[in-house]
């Protein structure tokens, strides 16, 4: 009976895990070629109507360098949340890609595009920053932050090609969602009719938000980010992280994700032997979840900024 409980969790795992495979990795060696994919990008990007600063990032020294930094942004939020963070990587040598999440950016702050994101849409933008990164520098570091640390947390599990990855503030799990309704939940919201949710249902339109960010998410849109969480917690349950260095960064007070998921990650990998260390910000800070924010009201990027090119360039 012992035997069958854990067949069937190994079939429910290759069909949550395998099944979503679908993109087949291609590193680029060369700048020249690396760039020009970026160029791709930048052109499919002109089919949509995005708001003048949320195009896909390449900061570039016009060559391959040491250091790549791979940028993931958070829900909802676009390119330009990272812009002053990616600066200061390039300010010391490294080249640097903010990636622009599926359906993000748009000028319409009310838009219900994102609902169309998909799982293999999230994890192919994964895999081809990393193609696209190989190009650009020896090592390639990555960054992401809530949903742009869920991705992060993919390239981490499936590519070794990559020397250290950071997820900050992982969407592993949403917090006003019991964990154990996760699953329940993944499954039932496409069920549902697809609404537009404020992020602020009592100031809808005055929420104070930058003009960048939406005012709000689609609520099928939710249903791929629970999924995508349960895929990655998943994975590591059964196997081994894939990225060379891993680094977990937890603010103790998040009220968005939940931090007991990134801590059963974090002993997941490193039971399966992977190289994978916790960050916990002080409690003190009061940080909110969005700390890359720079237009953040209660931003403190003096504090925050830092602390992540420690952890990227040397570690806790």
């Known amino acids: 009976m012992q035997y069958e409980f854990s067949l069937v969790k190994r079939l429910r795992h290759w069909w949550f895990i395998e099944h979503h495979q679908a993109y087949q990795s291609s590193p680029l060696s060369h700048y020249d070629d690396a760039v020009e994919r970026v160029q791709q990008w930048w052109i499919n990007e002109q089919q949509e109507d995005l708001h003048d600063e949320c195009g896909t990032r390449l900061l570039t020294h016009g060559r391959k360098v040491s250091n790549v930094i791979v940028i993931f942004h958070g829900f909802t939020s ?158 590591a349950q059964y196997s081994k992280p894939s990225a060379r260095s891993i680094i977990v960064a937890i603010n103790p007070i998040d009220n968005v994700v939940r931090n007991e998921d990134s801590e059963l990650i974090i002993r997941h ?25 720079p237009e953040h009201k209660y931003q403190q990027i003096a504090q925050v900024y830092p602390i992540i090119l420690e952890l990227l360039n040397q570690g806790p």
């Open 78 to 235: 676009c390119p330009h949340q990272f812009d002053l963070l990616a600066d200061q990587f390039y300010q010391q040598g490294d080249n640097v890609l903010i990636t622009r999440l599926p359906f993000h950016g748009l000028k319409d702050r009310k838009t219900l595009t994102t609902a169309q994101m998909t799982l293999e849409t999230l994890t192919t933008l994964g895999d081809q920053a990393i193609d696209i990164a190989g190009g650009l520098g020896e090592n390639i570091k990555v960054c992401g932050i809530s949903t742009g640390g869920l991705i992060a947390a993919w390239v981490a599990q499936n590519r070794a090609d990559v020397d250290k990855v950071l997820i900050l503030s992982g969407a592993f799990g949403i917090y006003k969602i019991p964990k154990k309704l996760h699953g329940f939940y993944a499954r039932m919201i496409p069920l549902l009719k697809n609404k537009f949710q404020y992020w602020n249902p009592r100031l809808k339109e005055q929420t104070r938000l930058p003009k960048h960010i939406y005012l709000g998410y689609s609520t099928h849109s939710i249903n791929t980010l629970l999924r995508l969480g349960i895929i990655v917690k998943k994975a």
């Open 269 to 293: 990998w490193q039971e399966h032997g992977g190289n994978v260390q916790k960050y916990e910000f002080p409690v003190d800070s009061n940080l909110p979840h969005d700390l890359i924010e």
